[in-house]
């Protein structure tokens, strides 16, 4: 049993008596019932998210005002859902509503992880996660990462069979995943409504649908972006870079937990590596004390104001109780898969004639928070982007199977993993693409936003990396397959050189 075990407890449902300003939403409501254009509009404009990788459990979520819920037709056209009142403060003071659910875990690797801990099931998670004592010996712990005090415990909000909503106070937000059993991950909700719905109902405006169908129609072999992905990306880069981020080659880095000095390590060594291939980098900070957002961006060679965007998030998670987290694959593999892919950039002279971003998200084991920032940070600035794509968790290869790429299930633009998986098909053939509803990676803070996003991941299925959300996450183990990271990133790669267009340097 883990130590941290000791610092909860069980307080029953019980909630406190906090009033809740005017101005705060008053109920919550969770329903299965997808949004649709019959919507009332006062739910249209409280719409909070979608949440969950499989479309038949997924949790549709509003914060409707008092108002809006007494109004005769709000709840018309929902089938199923649970309203919540809810006495607390989402955003305004630090603190979050947070989703949980599962990551979609393969029920071998499950029954291997599981020990004798009772936080196996979302309903046994609940139980003991009802309540989070507020009492001495959790403040120390905690303390040693935020100063302020634990005034408020965390509370359940709402369960169904597959998720459950908590509310975070705004000091155990940087542990919350400390906290989860490994199957379980978090979202956390936006502290404002998301404009998706606000304009008719479309998640992604269609032009940008049309747009990405368009290329995928007219998508031919080039020789000579098959020249540019295969001499660009390089295995032995890769394999150096993801040990030096895994402290595997001694960089000094133990963690890179987003409240670890070896995630703010990592971040400056990103900065310039990635600053070495031609691209400027910026440190995002999103939230205090949590490590930044690493923000790389090639301009345009052409005054473009559209955006392609790759990203990977750099920051890792333990076993359950620990921050000690290497993060070989998850998401080692996807950082060292860009940073092959800003590599390639440098050696063969790629100028893009659109504005090319490589992201490095931080926060996305707490909750999708530092793509969350960025995204919404481009939503308020109007910013035009074409196309987006995650890679996260690209290097474990299953005993027996293909090599592979796994696009989402849901939560995506479909046109956009369409294209991506045809790109697959043309420039690593080697790679069988499929799908998965592995759940909840930083693509989905740029659905949120209407931006057409989706995710590269390394299996075609459920997760059966048995070192996911482990201490013990390296790279020098069984199965961890570096051949498979390098072929997924010539795929992203090339959709980076076919969506942004580009020209090579002279004598590059
Ligand atoms: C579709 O793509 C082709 C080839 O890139 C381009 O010539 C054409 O203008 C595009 N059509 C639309 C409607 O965007
Ligand atoms: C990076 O930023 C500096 C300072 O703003 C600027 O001088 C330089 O041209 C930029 N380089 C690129 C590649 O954008
Ligand atoms: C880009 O815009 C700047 C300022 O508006 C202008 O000076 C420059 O000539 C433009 N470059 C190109 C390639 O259009
Ligand atoms: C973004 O667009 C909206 C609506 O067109 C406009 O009101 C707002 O001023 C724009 N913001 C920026 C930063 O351009
Ligand atoms: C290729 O694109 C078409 C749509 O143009 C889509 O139906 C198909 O599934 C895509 N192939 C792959 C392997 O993703
Ligand atoms: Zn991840």
């Known amino acids: 049993m883990s130590s941290l075990f ?62 809006c819920l007494t109004g005769e037709s709000a709840l018309d056209g929902l089938s199923a859902g649970s309203l919540v009142p809810l006495n607390f403060e989402n955003g305004n003071d630090g603190s979050r509503i947070v989703w949980v659910g ?27 996660f009802a309540l989070l004592s507020s009492d001495d010996s959790a403040q120390q712990v905690l303390s040693s990462t935020r100063s302020s005090s634990h005034s408020q415990p965390i509370r359940l909000l709402h369960q169904s069979p597959t998720s459950l909503l908590l509310h975070v106070p705004e000091s155990y937000l940087p542990m919350i ?3 989860l059993p490994s199957h379980l991950v978090p979202v956390a909700l936006p502290s404002k409504p998301l404009p998706a719905l606000a304009n008719g109902w479309e998640p992604v405006p269609s032009q940008f649908a049309r747009y990405l169908a368009n290329v995928t129609k007219h998508l031919r072999f080039s020789p000579e972006v098959d020249k540019i992905v295969s001499d660009g990306i390089e295995l032995n880069q890769i394999r150096r870079d993801v040990r030096w981020l895994t402290g595997e080659a001694p960089s000094g880095i133990v963690s890179r937990h987003s409240f670890t000095p070896g995630a703010i390590k990592a971040a400056h060594w990103i900065k310039d590596k990635v600053e070495a291939t031609g691209a400027n980098c910026t440190l995002h900070t999103f939230i205090e004390g949590f490590s930044p957002n690493v923000i790389c961006h090639y301009p345009s060679s052409l005054n473009s104001t559209e955006h392609v965007i790759l990203s990977a998030h750099y920051d890792s998670r333990g076993s359950f109780g620990s921050t000690r987290a290497p993060g070989g694959d998850d998401d080692g593999s996807g950082t060292g898969h860009l940073l092959g892919v800003a590599h390639a950039i440098g050696t063969q002279g790629v100028k893009f004639k659109k504005q090319v971003v490589l992201a490095f998200f931080a ?78 990676s930083d693509h989905q803070s740029f659905v949120s936003y209407g931006f057409p996003a989706t995710q590269v991941f390394e299996r075609n299925g459920w997760i059966a990396d048995p070192f996911y959300h482990n201490s013990g996450d390296l790279s020098q183990r069984d199965n961890y397959d570096f051949e498979q990271v390098v072929s997924i990133a010539k795929v992203t790669l090339s959709g980076l050189l076919t969506v942004a267009g580009y020209t090579l340097a002279e004598g590059a």
Not at 385 to 395: H, P, T
Not at 400 to 425: K, M, V, Y
Request: proline share 6%; with cysteine; aromatic share 6%.
């Open 363 to 440: 926060g996305e084991e707490q909750g999708l928070l530092g793509s969350h920032a960025y995204a919404e940070h481009l939503h308020e600035k109007n910013t035009t982007i074409l196309l987006q794509v995650q890679a996260d968790m690209l290097a474990y290869h299953a005993p027996g199977e293909p090599l592979q790429i796994g696009l989402p299930e849901s939560i995506h633009l479909p046109e956009a993993s369409w294209l991506i998986g045809n790109l697959s098909q043309i420039y690593s053939p080697e790679l069988v693409v499929g799908k998965t509803a592995a759940c909840c």
């Open 102 to 128: 599962q990551a979609g875990v393969d029920q071998e690797v499950l029954s291997l992880q599981n020990s004798e801990d009772a936080w196996t099931t979302i309903s046994e998670v609940s139980r003991e």
């Open 6 to 67: 000791a610092l909860l407890a069980v307080l029953g449902s019980a909630s406190a008596s906090v009033v809740p300003s005017p101005s705060t939403p008053s109920t919550l409501l969770v329903t299965s019932t997808a949004p649709s254009s019959g919507l009332a509009e006062c739910l249209k404009t409280s719409y909070y998210g979608t949440y969950g990788g499989q479309a038949s459990t997924q949790d549709h979520i509003y914060l409707p005002t008092q108002e």
């Open 177 to 179: 995943d400390t906290f």
